[in-house]
């Protein structure tokens, strides 16, 4: 073995479906990986605390890379406490910037912190499903707090009616230099729109882990199925795209793979 020396997966729609069950297949890969010593890392657009849950209802804990690229840890396992790796929040000024360019199309994002918590105002446009999962995480004030503190990894609407607007929203960031990941929402309808700081994708999240590692030059395999995924897919020396995934992300693939619920995660072990 040793063909590949790290694995880096999307966990929604790749690694686990969209209950957050993982296929008995991939269970098998994740205990083939551990025993070469390839190291699995996840690369999701959940914020820590979202994460963390799925890793509980999954039963599986690796690090994580979260908010698209944003901010990066190892979770506590048993005695080892929780280690921080990378963190890349909004300055205040671009911050500011784009909760005004989301007010200028109709939104009130979400502020999701480092912490895991999230800045949620009373006027917030995300979908009312979406704003009841925050729970106990949810902070009842205006992002524009969250933004001045400097813990602002990421902004969203999730989960609004229709796509109206969203494009020239998500142009109107990108103007501005700031990462955006329009998409049609599974989980509970309608579309999104997230955005991250410039400059941040999982890759740079990636790059950061493997200096924390101490990874030089490591052949990475990635697995994505998102818009989210693209700079992920295209950074890896071996990528697979999860069939019915965003065109764009199947583009960057090097093989299409079957979902989750089917098990297509275990094709990593090809690669070994």
């Not at 999730?158 to 142009?171: C, D, M, R």
């Not at 955006?180 to 599974?186: C, G, K, L, N, S």
């Amino acid at each position: 073995m040793g063909g590949i020396d790290l694995v880096v997966t999307d966990l929604d729609g790749t690694l686990w479906d969209h209950n957050v069950e993982v296929h008995a297949s991939a269970r098998s890969a994740l205990d083939v990986l551990a025993n070469a010593g390839v190291p699995v890392v996840a690369a999701t657009g959940r914020r820590k605390v979202s994460t963390l849950r799925g890793f509980e209802t999954a039963g599986l804990t690796f690090p994580a890379i979260t908010v698209n690229g944003a901010y990066g840890f190892i979770p506590s396992v048993e005695d080892a406490g929780e280690r921080e790796f990378h963190r890349h929040p909004f300055d205040v000024e671009t911050g500011l910037a784009v909760l005004e360019i989301y007010r200028s199309f109709g939104q009130v994002p979400v502020a999701y912190n480092i912490d895991g918590t999230a800045h949620l105002s009373p006027h917030s446009t995300t979908s009312q499903r979406h704003a009841e999962t925050f729970g106990v995480d949810a902070i009842r004030a205006n992002p524009e707090e969250a933004v001045r503190l400097g813990e602002v990894v990421g902004f969203g609407v999730i989960g609004v009616e229709t796509a109206g607007g969203l494009g020239e929203l998500g142009a109107a960031l990108e103007a501005v230099g700031v990462q955006t990941d329009p998409y049609q929402e599974r989980t509970y309808g309608g579309w999104s729109m997230t955005a991250q700081p410039p400059g941040v994708t999982k890759w740079l999240g990636v790059e950061r882990y493997c200096e924390f590692a101490g990874l030089d030059r490591p052949t990475v395999l990635a697995l994505g199925d998102g818009n989210n995924d693209v700079e992920l897919l295209e950074g890896a020396d071996i990528s697979l795209g999860i069939e019915g995934g965003d065109p764009d992300a199947l583009a960057h693939a090097d093989r299409i793979i079957a979902p989750p619920e089917e098990g297509g995660w275990q094709a990593v072990l090809d690669y070994l």
